[in-house]
Structure formats: C-alpha cells, structure tokens
C-alpha cells in the first residue's frame, strides 16, 4: 500500500514550458487535492475533484489546469509556466474529513 | 470564509521543555478540527483530530482540545524532544456545499528542539 505518490519529485522549467505532475493513490478515495506550499503562505488550495470525472477550483487556480480521468490518478497541468510558479507542490486524497498526503513536487521556474 | 490563526514561529525549546502552539478559528457550522506535521522534505501528516466540541485529540505525546467557546484548538506537549522539530499546521475541515469537504490550513509553526 503505497498511500499517495506523486511524480516527479523535481523539476526545473524555463518560463513559458509547460509540464503535468502526477498524482497517485491507491486508497479508492474519492476526494483528491492539488496545493502549493511557499514560504510564509500556508498551504493553498489549487484545485480539487470529489470523484472520478470531476474537478473544481480551489483558492489560487489561475495558470493551472487539471484532470481526473481515473480515480486513483489526478493530474496538474501547467500550461505556460511562470516564475511566480515556483514552489512546492502537494498532493492530498481523502477520506472522512482526514487528508493523506503525498512527499511534494519541488518546481523551479526560471 | 472559513480560517486559521495559529501562532507566529519559529519557536525554538530545549529539550523536556513544555510546548504550546496557539491556534484560533472561524467557521460556519461545525468543523472538524486537526493538527498535521511537515518533517523536513516530507508531506504533511495527521498529528490529531477532534470532531466536536470539547473532545480532546491527542498522539505522541501531543493533545489539544477542541474549545467552541473560544474558538481554539492549542497543541500542547509536555515534554518535547529533538525528535518533534517540525513545521506544525493548524487545520479546520468544513463543508463547502454539495458532497464537498475542503481542509482549511493555518500558515505553520516551525518548532526547533535542542539538545
């Protein structure tokens, strides 16, 4: 039971590349959270999908796209990445109020 | 909205000190309370919950109770070791409509213990 992986665990952009992380559970959970960790910030919510074929906005979703096509996998897509992107980015599912977290996406945009 | 005051670190203790982290709320209806930790380059993982009022979460040493009257949920140990130095994060899961549940997080407490 590996609980939540996300991939890659890092990576470096030039400003205007675009990229996908991906995210993995394999709890059959049907709630799955994107959020970015900087410093001074807390965590921000990105986006969110309550189950398979779903997804929602969260707090700070601008420049960021995402998809549930599977419900063990949620994807982030960044389109044209920008250097306000760099940060550390979580994965969450969850189940009964309680989030379970994946090891982070350390993303450097230059 | 919905939010998380938690106190401002870092904090820094000695070993066998006792630790307090000061954490408010504000929220519609009836959160579900919690702390997690951040260990260096890791995820975030659940310290402690408590769904209602006046229950006490507690792991590893760690309580906290949930205070409606007050609107607090502090994270308490009586004892700590180098082994706790963390980023700690205060937390309220609220109901947003729907079938959906969103977590909302304080900004963190970062706790180093020495030796």
């Known amino acids: 039971n590996a609980g939540v992986t996300q991939t890659p665990k890092f990576r470096v952009l030039k400003t205007g590349q675009s990229m996908t992380l991906l995210c993995a559970q394999d709890m059959n959970h049907e709630y799955m959270y994107w959020y970015r960790q900087d410093p001074g910030m807390g965590l921000r919510l990105i986006h969110y999908s309550v189950g398979e074929g779903t997804t929602a906005k969260g707090e700070v979703p601008d420049g960021y796209n995402v998809s549930r096509l599977k419900k063990q996998n949620f994807l982030l897509g960044l389109e044209s990445a920008a250097p306000s992107q760099t940060s550390v980015y979580f994965c969450?599912?969850?189940?009964?109020?309680?989030?379970?977290f994946g090891p982070g996406t350390r993303l450097t945009v230059t | 909205g919905d939010s998380v005051t938690q106190m401002e670190g870092p904090v820094t203790l000695s070993e066998e000190a006792f630790l307090t982290i000061n954490c408010t709320y504000t929220?519609?209806?009836?959160?579900?309370l919690f702390w997690y930790v951040q260990y260096p380059g890791e995820g975030l993982q659940l310290l402690l919950k408590a769904t209602k009022a006046d229950d006490k979460g507690s792991n590893k040493g760690f309580e906290a109770t949930y205070r409606k009257e007050t609107t607090s949920f502090h994270l308490e140990k009586g004892s700590v070791q180098v082994s706790d130095s963390a980023v700690y994060f205060c937390a309220l899961s609220s109901y947003s409509g729907g079938s959906n549940y969103k977590l909302t997080f304080g900004k963190g407490t970062l706790l180093t213990v020495n030796p």
């Open positions: 969450a599912s969850m189940v009964g109020h309680e989030q379970y």
């Open positions: 929220a519609t209806g009836y959160p579900s």
